[in-house]
């Protein structure tokens, strides 16, 4: 099968500029966090990646301990990437991290300046690449100075190994430090990820706030709570399921009866704004100013075509918002 990216691509896609950088992001962004490693179909993560390029997402997130295993993720889209996409590497945002555990020993996990340097070294060779677009630190360390790690990520864009950074899973005070560190060392933070949904509310709590005063993109992750804002769980749990077969991050103890209650209320007002559930949740994000662009997660072409439909109404009206609201109080 020989690939040829469709004319069409940037008709339909929205495109929002990344805080006050140069960047502008699709709205839609395709994580690569489950689904792209060797446990999965080649044909069906390829023709994944197709559907996204052909409908205008340009931007596509890795990270170092991407798989399963970790680290087949990057290489399974860096063969993808040579492949297909040669023709098209300045059309793509590419972004990988470190900071989660990725091997043994004191030097393979968290913040350090030898940790993230070591590992952007490993995720360029896995995809083959001379440079990432973005690369974020992936977790606060509450052992390594601050300093150390900004620094480390300026010395990383100053090597011509990164364009810009980011960073991924920090509170709102440790975010304020990281950014005024990354404005003082030349090197701007370009963007923050977050994990934010109707069921993980933190960010809330100044951080899209900060993030809109100090000119940072915002690209939350998790906006569909691991599959419970979808109607995969309107009825139970199905047999097919992550939860029901015991693979990631969501159990049994997460899907309570008020919980499917909630998700119920939720995709009866999803109805009547004709969209699915998930796609209003990801429009409900997208809603905020200060958010870029929403990152999901695909395990098949068709499935980031319906999450694409959210972009056909991302406005909410006064009520619909306070019905939410009540929902999810």
């Given at each position: 099968?020989?690939?040829?990216?469709?004319?069409?691509?940037?008709?339909?896609?929205?495109?929002?500029?990344?805080?006050?950088?140069?960047?502008?992001?699709?709205?839609?962004?395709?994580?690569?966090?489950?689904?792209?490693?060797?446990?999965?179909?080649?044909?069906?993560?390829?023709?994944?990646?197709?559907?996204?390029?052909?409908?205008?997402?340009?931007?596509?997130?890795?990270?170092?301990?991407?798989?399963?295993?970790?680290?087949?993720?990057?290489?399974?889209?860096?063969?993808?990437?040579?492949?297909?996409?040669?023709?098209?590497?300045?059309?793509?945002?590419?972004?990988?991290?470190?900071?989660?555990?990725?091997?043994?020993?004191?030097?393979?996990?968290?913040?350090?300046?030898?940790?993230?340097?070591?590992?952007?070294?490993?995720?360029?060779?896995?995809?083959?690449?001379?440079?990432?677009?973005?690369?974020?630190?992936h977790r606060?360390?509450?052992?390594?100075?601050?300093?150390?790690?900004?620094?480390?990520?300026?010395?990383?864009?100053?090597?011509?190994?990164?364009?810009?950074?980011?960073?991924s899973n920090?509170?709102?005070?440790?975010?304020?430090?990281?950014?005024?560190?990354?404005?003082?060392?030349?090197?701007?933070?370009?963007?923050?990820?977050?994990?934010?949904?109707?069921?993980?509310?933190?960010?809330?709590?100044?951080?899209?706030?900060?993030?809109?005063?100090?000119?940072v993109g915002?690209?939350?992750?998790?906006?569909?709570?691991?599959?419970?804002?979808?109607?995969?769980?309107?009825?139970?749990?199905?047999?097919?399921?992550?939860?029901?077969?015991?693979?990631?991050?969501?159990?049994?103890?997460?899907?309570?009866?008020?919980?499917?209650?909630?998700?119920?209320?939720?995709?009866?007002?999803?109805?009547?704004?004709?969209?699915?559930?998930?796609?209003?949740?990801?429009?409900?994000?997208?809603?905020?100013?200060?958010?870029?662009?929403?990152?999901?997660?695909?395990?098949?072409?068709?499935?980031?075509?319906?999450?694409?439909?959210?972009?056909?109404?991302?406005?909410?009206?006064?009520?619909?918002?306070?019905?939410?609201?009540?929902?999810?109080?």
């Amino acid at each position: 099968m020989t690939y040829i990216a469709s004319p069409d691509r940037y008709k339909n896609m929205i495109y929002r500029r990344c805080g006050k950088s140069g960047i502008k992001l699709s709205a839609v962004s395709l994580g690569l966090w489950h689904n792209f490693g060797d446990v999965d179909d080649i044909n069906i993560y390829r023709k994944t990646l197709h559907t996204a390029f052909d409908a205008g997402i340009t931007h596509y997130d890795l990270a170092n301990n991407y798989g399963p295993p970790p680290g087949s993720a990057e290489v399974n889209f860096g063969k993808i990437l040579k492949q297909d996409f040669a023709a098209h590497r300045d059309e793509m945002i590419i972004s990988t991290k470190a900071g989660y555990y990725m091997w043994e020993g004191p030097y393979g996990e968290w913040g350090s300046k030898k940790n993230l340097v070591a590992s952007l070294n490993q995720s360029l060779k896995r995809m083959d690449l001379d440079y990432v677009d973005i690369f974020y630190h992936h977790r606060p360390d509450p052992d390594t100075p601050l300093y150390e790690t900004m620094s480390a990520l300026d010395l990383i864009v100053r090597q011509g190994k990164a364009l810009y950074v980011g960073i991924s899973n920090y509170r709102p005070a440790e975010a304020a430090e990281a950014i005024r560190i990354l404005k003082e060392l030349g090197t701007p933070c370009l963007i923050h990820q977050p994990k934010y949904s109707m069921f993980e509310r933190w960010v809330e709590g100044g951080l899209l706030e900060l993030l809109g005063k100090e000119g940072v993109g915002c690209i939350p992750f998790s906006p569909l709570a691991q599959g419970l804002l979808t109607n995969k769980y309107l009825g139970g749990i199905p047999a097919d399921s992550r939860v029901a077969k015991g693979v990631g991050f969501l159990t049994e103890n997460n899907i309570t009866p008020e919980r499917i209650a909630q998700i119920k209320q939720l995709n009866d007002i999803a109805v009547e704004r004709g969209q699915s559930l998930a796609q209003m949740a990801l429009a409900w994000i997208l809603r905020h100013e200060e958010v870029t662009t929403v990152l999901i997660g695909a395990s098949r072409p068709e499935q980031l075509t319906d999450s694409l439909k959210c972009l056909d109404n991302i406005k909410f009206s006064t009520e619909e918002l306070s019905r939410i609201e009540e929902i999810l109080k």
